[in-house]
C-alpha cells in the first residue's frame, strides 16, 4: 500500500489497483468552507477593528484647546444642537414604541396518556381482527405497515378503541377530547403557577374533532377564563395546525399588551378511526396516536427571566391553489360510506415541492451571509451560463443546533434527513418521539422538543427550528431561540424512559 497523487492511497490486490477516496483532500476542504463561513460572517466585524483603531488614535491626539474648540462650536449652534438632540430622541421613541414586542415561550406541557391505553403490535392486530369490518387483505397490509412505520410497542389509543366492538360514540370522543387537553393544561398552570384568570388569549387546534360547543369553549368552561378572553378553534388545518396556532397568537400578542396566550394543539382519534378495506385510508390508523400538547406564551418583559425560549419567525406555506396539492390528504368516504383520511401517492413529492417553498422564505432569515452568497452565486451561474450545475442546497445546520421534524411517518423524517444534509443526531428526536408516542399530529414537533431538552442538549443561544406539514398542502416552520441551557419541565412525557432511548431502530 502506498500513497500517490499527493494524498489518495492505491491497495494492491491479485485482482490489480484499486483507488481509495482522498479523505485528507475532503477534510481539508470542510476546513476551507468552514473558514469562508466564518470569515463572511465576521466580515464586518473585522472591517470595523482597523476603523475603530483609527478612530481612537484620532482622539487619542486631541489637546485640551481642541476640546475647548469643540465647546465653543457646540454653544454656537445650540439651536442645531438642540433639535439634533431632539429629533434623535424622538426617533429613538417611535423605533421603541413601534418594533415587534417580543414573544416568550415560558413553558409547555405534552400530554403523557395511562399505561393501560398503550397499544402494542400483537394487541393492534388482534383487535383488528375481531372487526368484521376489516378483510384479511386489509389486516395484512396494516400488519406491513406497522412493521415499517417506525412506531414502537408504547404508543397510545383512546379507551373507546380498546373496547371490542370500538366505542366511537361522540360521549367517548369529547372524553378523549377532555383527557388530554385537560391533563396538558393541568400539568402547565401548575408548572408555571399561572392563574387561568391571567390569560387573555387562548388558541386550540384539533382537525377532525369539532364538535358545539367548540373545543376552545369547553376550556374557557373548565378553567372559568375570564369573559373577554380572545378565543380561536381552528378546525381541518392538519397537523401543521400547531405551528397556525403559535404563528395566530404571535400576532394577537402584538395587539394585547401586557398578557399571556395558551395554544393547545391536539387531534381526536374516536371518531375518526377507518372502519374499511381501502389501502389509502388505512395508513392513518397505523401511525395516528394520541397526544396533545398546552403552550404558554407571553409578551411581558418580566417573564423573560423564567421563559425557555424567545421566538425568532415563523413562516407559513400553503400551497392549496394546486389541485394535487389540495387532495393529497383528504377526508372523505370510500365506496361503501365508510368514512376517513386518503393519503395520495403524491404525498412525499407535494411535501418536498411545500417545503423547498418554505425554506426559500425562511432561508435569508435565517441563514449566515456566508450560505446565502452561495446560492446566489450558483443560482446566477446557472442562469448566466446555462451550466449543469446542481443547485446548491444551503447547509441549514450553520443556522440551527436543533431540528424538531413532524414525526408524520418514517418517510417523511427520511425524506427530509437526505434533502437538508442532516445528520443521524438531528433527527434522533424526530425517530424516538414516532416511536414512542407515534404520530401525535399538530403536536408531536413539542414532544421532539421535549426529548431534546430530556437529554440535556438545550444549551443557551441555541436556535430550534420546527417543521410541520399538513393537510391542503402546508409547510409551516416556527423558529425559538433558547434563553438559557433549558431543563426538562416537571412531569415531561420522557420523564421515565429517557434512558432508554435513542434505541435502535431496524427496518
Not at 494492491?12 to 481539508?28: A, D, H, I, M
Not at 443521524?424 to 422538543?449: D, K, P
Amino acid at each position: 500500500m502506498e500513497p500517490v497523487n499527493g494524498g489518495s492511497v492505491q491497495i494492491q490486490n491479485e485482482n490489480g489497483c484499486r483507488k481509495l477516496p482522498n479523505f485528507l483532500q475532503s477534510v481539508n476542504m470542510k476546513y476551507v468552507k468552514l473558514g469562508y463561513h466564518y470569515l463572511i460572517t465576521h466580515l464586518f466585524k473585522l472591517c470595523l477593528v482597523p476603523l475603530m483603531a483609527v478612530l481612537i488614535t484620532e482622539i487619542s491626539r486631541l489637546t485640551p484647546d481642541d476640546y475647548h474648540q469643540i465647546w465653543l462650536h457646540l454653544q454656537y449652534n445650540l439651536v442645531a444642537f438642540i433639535l439634533l438632540s431632539a429629533l434623535a430622541v424622538f426617533g429613538t421613541t417611535v423605533f421603541i414604541m413601534t418594533r415587534p414586542r417580543s414573544v416568550y415561550l415560558v413553558d409547555y406541557s405534552c400530554y403523557l396518556p395511562q399505561a393501560s391505553l398503550q397499544v402494542p403490535y400483537k394487541k393492534f392486530m388482534d383487535h383488528s381482527a375481531l372487526i368484521d369490518d376489516f378483510n384479511e387483505s386489509s389486516l395484512e397490509f396494516q400488519r406491513k405497515i406497522l412493521e415499517r412505520s417506525g412506531l414502537g410497542e408504547e404508543t397510545y389509543l383512546p379507551d373507546g378503541l380498546h373496547c371490542v366492538p370500538p366505542r366511537t360514540t361522540m360521549a367517548a370522543a369529547r372524553e378523549e377530547a377532555e383527557q388530554v387537553m385537560f391533563g396538558c393544561l393541568d400539568k402547565l398552570f401548575e408548572n408555571t403557577k399561572i392563574n387561568p384568570k391571567d390569560i387573555g388569549v387562548l388558541v386550540v387546534n384539533c382537525s377532525l374533532f369539532n364538535p358545539t360547543p367548540s373545543l376552545s369553549a369547553m376550556i374557557v368552561n373548565k378553567y372559568k377564563l375570564r369573559g373577554n378572553v380572545k378565543s380561536f378553534n381552528l378546525g381541518g388545518m392538519g397537523c401543521s395546525a400547531g405551528v397556525i396556532s403559535i404563528d395566530l397568537a404571535k400576532d394577537m400578542l402584538q395587539v394585547h399588551r401586557n398578557t399571556y396566550a395558551v395554544v393547545v394543539s391536539t387531534e381526536n382519534i374516536t371518531q375518526n378511526w377507518y372502519f374499511g378495506n381501502k389501502k389509502a385510508m388505512l395508513i392513518p390508523n397505523c401511525l395516528f396516536r394520541v397526544g396533545g400538547t398546552a403552550v404558554l406564551l407571553s409578551n411581558k418583559a418580566s417573564d423573560r427571566r423564567r421563559s425557555k425560549y424567545k421566538m425568532v419567525h415563523t413562516v407559513r406555506t400553503h400551497k392549496g391553489a394546486d389541485e394535487k396539492a389540495f387532495n393529497c390528504v383528504y377526508q372523505e368516504q370510500d365506496d361503501n360510506g365508510k368514512t376517513g383520511v386518503s393519503l395520495s401517492k403524491d404525498l412525499m413529492a407535494i411535501a418536498g415541492e411545500t417545503l423547498k417553498a418554505n425554506i426559500t422564505t425562511l432561508g435569508p432569515l435565517v441563514l449566515p451571509i456566508s450560505e446565502q452568497i452561495l446560492f446566489f452565486v450558483t443560482l446566477v451561474w446557472k442562469k448566466l451560463f446555462n451550466a449543469k450545475l446542481k443547485p446548491y442546497i444551503p447547509d441549514f445546520k450553520l443556522a440551527f443546533d436543533h431540528f424538531c421534524i413532524h414525526a408524520g411517518g418514517r418517510a417523511v423524517i427520511d425524506e427530509l434527513e437526505k434533502n437538508l444534509q442532516l445528520s443521524l443526531t438531528h433527527v434522533e428526536a424526530s425517530r424516538m418521539t414516532l416511536h414512542r408516542f407515534g404520530n401525535t399530529s399538530s403536536s408531536s414537533i413539542w414532544y421532539e422538543l421535549a426529548y431534546i431538552e430530556a437529554k440535556g442538549r438545550m444549551k443557551k443561544g441555541n436556535r430550534v427550528w420546527q417543521i410541520a406539514f399538513g393537510s391542503g398542502f402546508k409547510c409551516n416552520s416556527a423558529v425559538w431561540v433558547a434563553l438559557h441551557n433549558v431543563k426538562p419541565s416537571v412531569s415531561s412525557p420522557w420523564e421515565h424512559c429517557i434512558d432508554r432511548y435513542p434505541v435502535k431502530l431496524d427496518f
